[in-house]
């Protein structure tokens, strides 16, 4: 059985991607929370338009449970939202890691193991309805706070500005008076519980992007850390380049198995 601690750890691997090249200014802390909410507004559009077909270069640091540091690696991350992404981590001499999903569906293949990982049924195991689109809304900063009350009561009191119900998964932001989010909460049953902060961001393709990422389970422990060093116009919202290639001849786990590989990064 995967603990609830351990499919929020996994959750925020998958969704973990970016870190910094610049920030705003400080923000002004007299908006009250319907002003924060339209600018909030304009600003997603923004970035919905452009994640569409976005590519981006990263830096990636995990530090699983364990508390041990493993060596940061460069990757390429090619976004297509709302619900597709495809990850390449590099190593000296090729590829380390290849992720990929669209919707329910994502795969994953490590060349130097000749590993892999595919299903359409992730999400359920790790209590998120979409994980492909779960990984676009973390990477792009793309929550949408459908139906949701923005509490000035909570700005006062230092609390989430606003919070809403997304299937299973509640969510709570803070919105600072640029329209930009810095914290986000999610949770769920089965996933348990992620905390995801904004740090930094910085301008490109003409609006704000988050620059630097922090992904933590609190039950857990393990932190991903994502800096953004590039971001660019994608080439179109081809699914081919989302594809992970399995090779026919390529040992296919299951999750339990990927699980085991990760615990034995943290031991080694």
Not at 127 to 142: D, H, K, W
Not at 171 to 193: F, H, I, Q, W
Not at 208 to 217: A, L, Y
Request: net charge neutral; hydrophobic share 45%.
């Amino acid at each position: 059985m995967i603990r609830p601690a351990s499919r929020a750890l996994a959750a925020g691997t998958l969704g973990g991607v970016l870190l910094a090249a610049g920030c705003a200014p400080p923000p002004s802390p007299d908006l009250t929370a319907g002003a924060r909410a339209e600018l909030y507004a304009a600003a997603l559009e923004r970035r919905l338009e452009a994640a569409r077909t976005l590519d981006l270069d990263v830096a990636l640091w995990l530090r699983p449970a364990s508390g041990r540091d493993l060596p940061g690696a460069t990757a390429a991350l090619a976004l297509r939202a709302p619900a597709g992404f495809h990850l390449r981590v590099h190593q000296p001499f090729g590829t380390a890691l290849e992720i990929g999903g669209a919707d329910r569906k994502v795969a994953a293949f490590v060349p130097s193991k000749h590993l892999a990982f595919e299903s359409e049924h992730l999400g359920d195991t790790l209590g998120v309805t979409e994980p492909a689109a779960f990984v676009v809304r973390v990477a792009a900063a793309l929550w949408r706070p459908d139906g949701a009350t923005w509490s000035d009561s909570a700005l006062a009191d230092h609390g989430r500005a606003v919070r809403w119900q997304s299937g299973a998964e509640r969510v709570s932001m803070d919105v600072d008076s640029y329209g930009l989010p810095r914290v986000v909460d999610v949770e769920s049953p089965r996933m348990g519980a992620l905390h995801i902060e904004y740090t930094t961001w910085f301008k490109g393709l003409g609006t704000q992007w988050p620059g630097r990422i922090e992904v933590t389970s609190p039950q857990r422990g393990g932190r991903l850390l994502c800096r953004v060093d590039h971001v660019d116009h994608g080439a179109g919202p081809d699914s081919a380049a989302l594809a992970v290639y399995i090779p026919p001849a390529a040992k296919r786990l299951d999750w339990s198995g990927v699980m085991r590989q990760v615990n034995g990064l943290e031991s080694r």
